[in-house]
């Protein structure tokens, strides 16, 4: 019997493409500078490929990445490129408790986007930006 894998590669990428798409959006009308697209295309690639690390791992037998770490990669913006890895390379996808913690992850970034496009979440990014720069 086959395992449920959730989202299949080809719809993973299409949400991936979306929310990047929506990023893009975001920066050409002026709510968001290109930094969080940087951010975002970043913490994506990292996230990918430290689940194809830990998964050759599993595979190894060697050490493995702790579910933490992967979640918290998730979290500060990686969800997309760990959602992709899910699906590409068939690795944390049929565990439930994992995917539980993963959508809330991806919840509770997306809901700090949204914030982020209010004018209060904007004031409060543009300050950090300054500080940064």
Not at 51 to 67: F, I, N, S, V
Request: a positive charge; proline letters at 2%.
């Amino acid at each position: 019997m086959q395992k449920n894998r959730g989202l299949p590669s080809n719809s993973a990428s299409a949400v991936g493409g979306l929310f990047f798409a929506f990023l893009g959006l975001g920066v050409l009308v002026g709510r968001l500078p290109l930094a969080v697209v940087g951010l975002y295309a970043g913490a994506s690639l990292l996230a990918f490929v430290i689940y194809a690390r830990d998964k050759a791992a599993a595979q190894g037998g060697r050490w493995r990445t702790a579910e933490n770490t992967l979640h918290m990669i998730a979290l500060l913006g990686g969800w997309p490129g760990a959602l992709l890895a899910q699906r590409v390379l068939r690795h944390k996808s049929s565990k439930a408790s994992f995917q539980v913690t993963f959508w809330a992850t991806v919840l509770i970034n997306c809901g700090v986007l949204g914030w982020l496009l209010t004018a209060k979440g904007a004031g409060a990014l543009r300050s950090v930006m300054a500080a940064v720069t």
